[in-house]
T-cell receptor, first 110, second 116 residues
């Protein structure tokens, strides 16, 4: 079993839809949770960063962490075609060793 | 803040030659940098962790003599692919420990390597 599981998609939604992206993990020691967005042929861009459980909101993006279920989510409201990218979840225990999910490819249709 | 650059952005070389890729943190000092490899439609594969002034730590299965890493300063790490072969063709991405602390990483734009 992988430490971090993420559905690779692709996920296709119409413009304006609410998008839900998810990851599950097995290591209960993970404390820091990140979401990265990666456009084609570009490096990943840090989108959201959360410590421990709870919600964090930034504009149209909301990150949720449920440590009891070992489950994290990223919600995108009012999705735009420019949101079309691969979204990678990532997590670590507090050191530098970060474990990445496989990435979910998202397509937002105009 | 937290900008990481990579150079070159793409390179084409002949089989048997060596290629050097530079990774720079432009607006912060990074004691630790990371080198990843990414194949099309796949996630990031950590190759090695580079610490300023010391030897890099390579992940299992990564040939340290093949992929030479040097972290000469707090803002520069280099990856040299020695005697490159077509199977080394890939997208190489570096990252640096972020200014929020050790938990986050900021990525460079990546270098696309094609070995003919």
């Amino acid at each position: 079993q992988k430490e971090v599981e993420q559905d690779p998609g692709p996920l296709s939604v119409p413009e304006g839809a609410i998008v839900s992206l998810n990851c599950t993990y097995s290591n209960s020691a993970f404390q820091y949770f990140m979401w990265y967005r990666q456009y084609s042929r570009k490096g990943p861009e840090l989108l959201m960063y959360t410590y421990s459980s709870g919600n964090k909101e930034d504009g149209r993006f909301t990150a949720q962490v449920d440590k009891s279920s070992k489950y994290i989510s990223l919600f995108i409201r009012d999705s735009q075609p420019s949101d079309s990218a691969t979204y990678l979840c990532a997590m670590n225990t507090g050191g530098f060793k970060t474990i990445f999910g496989a990435g979910t490819r998202l397509f937002v249709k105009a | 803040g937290a900008v990481v650059s990579q150079h070159p952005s793409w390179v084409i070389c002949k089989s048997g030659t060596s290629v050097k890729i530079e990774c720079r943190s432009l607006d912060f000092q990074a004691t630790t940098m990371f080198w990843y490899r990414q194949f099309p439609k796949q996630s990031l594969m950590l190759m090695a962790t580079s610490n300023e002034g010391s030897k890099a730590t390579y992940e299992q299965g990564v040939e340290k003599d093949k992929f030479l890493i040097n972290h000469a300063s707090l803002t520069l790490s280099t990856l040299t692919v020695t005697s490159a072969h077509p199977e080394d063709s890939s997208f190489y991405i570096c990252s640096a420990g972020g200014d929020r602390g050790q938990e986050t990483q900021y990525f460079g734009p990546g270098t696309r390597l094609l070995v003919l």
